[in-house]
């Protein structure tokens, strides 16, 4: 039965799906694909591909975008979104998000919804509503995300080799309170949009998008995955008590600005390109995926780099930010 509001589509939309099989925590997202696909067998002309290893989903979606198909849609975790991404930049192609892993930060971050068969309907859309999204590149490899170094870095690479599957995001924290007690502080010499500042720290984020995959929980509030700009943030050290304070401003979406940070032990610039030089060898992360150990990378934004489905509706006009709404509520004029 078709929904009444969803008008016939004359001409079929070729759809290309890849599925990371491996993903999410419900083992039937391959079943509830499938199903859709054969409900909707009349609007849809559709292929789908299941990844094996890494390297697939991009290959896939290079090939699709090739065959000028009229959108990719990916299921999977931030590594398969990601590496889908990388297969459609810079092509009209526009990018479908299933979100089937445990963070989901960029599907969040736009407002794509994590319940698979919500996320699947996008694809049924009369007129597809997308937004235009950065990525960026660290050392020549593409991120979404984020690039870490340093305890992110560490953080993620535990996790992945973590059972993600059985304990979700509980396998973040365990990983983080483990590793606090071991990862030892640098001292990093950061070259932003060519301006230099050293800073001490425990981990450094170059951000594209601020989310932690916990919906209004950010690194920072006044990021967009669209603004042309990375996020560079330095955390100092991870101290209880720092980590208390930190996380005390981010929930209160009061991280402030390096030059007035009242004490906090994070720092936040954003920019179109940054080099950062580490006193000690330091572990390097792109979207949770380890790349190498090093004392220097480089990374810049590659703006407007994809188009992603989004619901229609909730393309961010003017969306407030949670800051804005706080200070207006609570700051003092
Ligand atoms: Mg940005």
């Known amino acids: ?169 509980l396998a973040y924290f365990e990983n983080a309170l483990r590793l606090l007690r071991t990862l030892r502080p640098t001292s990093y010499i950061l070259t932003i949009d060519g301006e230099t500042h050293v800073r001490p720290g425990i981990t450094c984020m170059i951000c594209n998008s601020s989310g932690i995959g916990i919906p209004n929980l950010r690194f920072t509030y006044n990021s967009d995955v669209g603004d042309g700009l990375l996020d560079v943030i330095v955390i100092r050290d991870m101290r209880a008590g720092t980590l208390l304070k930190t996380f005390y401003h981010i929930l209160r979406s009061l991280l402030p600005n390096p030059t007035e940070n009242g004490g906090v032990d994070v720092d936040h610039w954003q920019a179109k390109q940054v080099t950062v030089q580490m006193k000690h060898r330091q572990l390097v992360a792109r979207d949770g995926e380890p790349l190498k150990r090093s004392k220097r990378v480089s990374a810049e934004v590659i703006p407007a780099a994809l188009r992603i489905v989004v619901p229609p509706n909730t393309v961010p006009a003017e969306t407030e930010s949670v800051d804005e709404s706080l200070d207006r509520d609570q700051t003092p004029a």
Do not use: C, W
């Open 1 to 169: 039965m078709r929904d009444k509001k969803e008008p016939v589509m004359t001409e079929k939309r070729r759809v290309t799906f890849i599925v990371n099989p491996a993903s999410g925590i419900n083992r039937s997202a391959l079943d509830i694909i499938t199903a859709f696909l054969e409900t909707h067998a009349d609007q849809l002309d559709s292929t789908v591909h299941l990844t094996e290893a890494s390297g697939d989903a991009t290959r896939f979606a290079k090939e699709a975008v090739r065959r000028g198909v009229d959108l990719v849609a990916a299921y999977g975790g931030d590594g398969t979104m990601m590496e889908a991404a990388a297969g459609v930049m810079h092509s009209s192609t526009p990018l479908l998000m299933l979100p089937g892993g445990t963070a989901n930060v960029m599907a969040i971050d736009l407002n794509i919804p994590t319940r698979l068969e919500d996320a699947l309907a996008l694809a049924l859309s009369p007129e597809l509503t997308t937004r235009e999204v950065d990525m960026g590149s660290i050392d020549n490899e593409v991120f979404l995300l984020r690039a870490g170094i340093g305890y992110e870095a560490e953080m993620s690479a535990q996790a992945a080799r973590g059972d993600k599957s059985k304990k979700g995001r």
